[in-house]
């Protein structure tokens, strides 16, 4: 028996849903690339927690300024690279680049990193205030990291994810993990308020957490000091102690110094690339000053001399 032939006019109207379908697909893919540009629409950003402060405030005046909406996530270090590379998220601050292996991910997906320094902090020292001892030799934090004899009795770290662990391993050359006399919290605020309440403590954390400190946290800075630092690579000042000064940072004096990064793996121009933009510019660099932070450009300041005093 013959098969049924499909009338001509069903076949016509088939064609053109097609045609409809794919012409609505591809509109409503270009309607939303439309609605992201470099200064509107909507981005997930994940921010290392040490230096959440002051991305808050670039995020708070970016928003002001442009029609856009940054939805801003906090995290410890090793969360936020995992998210990297498990796609969750492709706009992160950090206070490090990626390192090659974990770039492969985004060569492998042909995405091309853009990376912006904005900004440099550092890794801090804090003990009770009523602590005598305002002084720490790193010899002693290099020799506690790696397990020998120390005038240290221990150090507090916010967590074993967090940036600044990573940091000081890597900077003593020891691997990650557990250490004797090393012992880890929940967060910042912890730290803090262990330190505050045991005045044998030396709790360790990034600098922005006492640079520019949230309002609810000031009455626990105000009962904690920042140790000066003896910079043990400079030769020429080798008896000298630092404290992590905008200063200090600026001149290479402080030898804990950390860069912090906008990385945006988009692969394209949009908000990202906007927001980054705006960090490293005029306005974004001001308030890395104003957060007593060492901006990546000095904002210029125009004085206006007048030969007459107007009274």
């Known amino acids: ?120 902090d550092a890794v801090v020292f804090i003990r009770n205030k009523n602590t005598n001892d305002t002084l720490l030799d790193l010899d002693q934090v290099y020799n506690l990291l790696h397990g020998k004899p120390s005038t240290l009795k221990n150090l507090v770290f916010e967590n074993p994810n967090s940036s600044v662990v990573t940091y000081m391993n890597r900077w003593a050359n020891v691997p990650n993990g557990l250490k004797k006399n090393t012992y880890f919290l929940n967060s910042t605020k912890e730290v803090l308020d262990f330190v505050q309440k045991n005045p044998d403590a030396i709790g360790v954390i990034g600098m ?30 080798n008896d000298r102690y630092y404290k992590p000064t905008q200063a200090n940072l600026g001149q290479g004096l402080y030898p804990l110094k950390r860069s912090i990064y906008v990385l945006n793996y988009q692969g394209f121009a949009g908000l990202g690339t906007g927001f980054a933009s705006f960090v490293v510019g005029d306005i974004g660099q001001r308030i890395v000053l104003k957060a007593n932070l060492l901006p990546i450009t000095i904002p210029e300041r125009n004085i206006n001399i007048r030969k007459k005093i107007i009274k």
Request: hydrophobic share 40%; net charge negative.
């Open 1 to 120: 028996m013959n098969k049924q032939q499909i009338p001509t006019y069903l076949k016509v109207i088939a064609m053109i849903i097609v045609v409809i379908s794919v012409f609505l697909a591809c509109k409503e893919k270009v309607g939303a690339e439309q609605k992201e540009t470099i200064v509107t629409g909507e981005i997930d950003l994940y921010v290392d927690e040490t230096v959440q402060s002051l991305v808050e405030g670039q995020v708070q005046v970016f928003e002001n300024q442009y029609d856009a909406k940054i939805n801003l996530t906090a995290k410890s270090e090793s969360e936020i690279v995992n998210d990297l590379l498990s796609g969750k998220t492709n706009m992160a601050v950090l206070t490090r680049k990626l390192t090659p292996n974990e770039e492969n991910y985004f060569k492998n997906k042909k995405v091309k990193a853009r990376v912006s320094h904005f900004a440099s």
């Open 208 to 237: 922005d957490a006492v640079a520019e400190p949230y309002a609810e946290w000031q009455g626990l800075i105000d009962q904690i000091t920042v140790l000066a630092i003896k910079n043990v690579k400079n030769g020429t000042n």
